[in-house]
């Protein structure tokens, strides 16, 4: 149950805001929540997180926490500095215009069927 990033941004409903999603980060499962205290302290390896924030905060929450990708739900944008400082800390921003709820059951799937 995982599959690339890459892969991940292939089948899935999905734009790729920064950073390249590429065959080394090996996705496993997520983590959607939008309290970053949470996220710094239960996201685990392998896990993209999913949420509807979008500030600078983000990027260091998933840097901190070692989290190479956060999917911004409902078509959420971020502002041009924020994705550069994403891209600086090799953090991966994508979106989508799924909700969260329909995103983490679409990525389950994905996850589930995957090769």
Request: hydrophobic share 45%; net charge negative; aromatic share 4%.
């Amino acid at each position: 149950m995982a599959m690339t990033l890459r892969q991940l941004t292939e089948r899935f409903d999905c734009r790729v805001l920064c950073g390249e999603p590429g065959d080394d980060v090996v996705i496993s499962g997520g983590y959607a929540c939008d309290m970053l205290s949470l996220v710094v302290s239960r996201i685990q390896p392998g896990e993209l997180w999913l949420t509807i924030l979008n500030s600078i905060n983000v990027v260091a929450v998933a840097a901190l926490a070692d989290c190479p990708c956060v999917l911004l739900t409902e078509s959420v944008e971020m502002e041009p500095t924020v994705l550069q400082r994403a891209a600086d800390r090799s953090v991966v921003i994508l979106q989508t215009p799924l909700t969260t709820f329909a995103a983490c059951a679409e990525i389950s799937r994905l996850l589930r069927d995957a090769p």
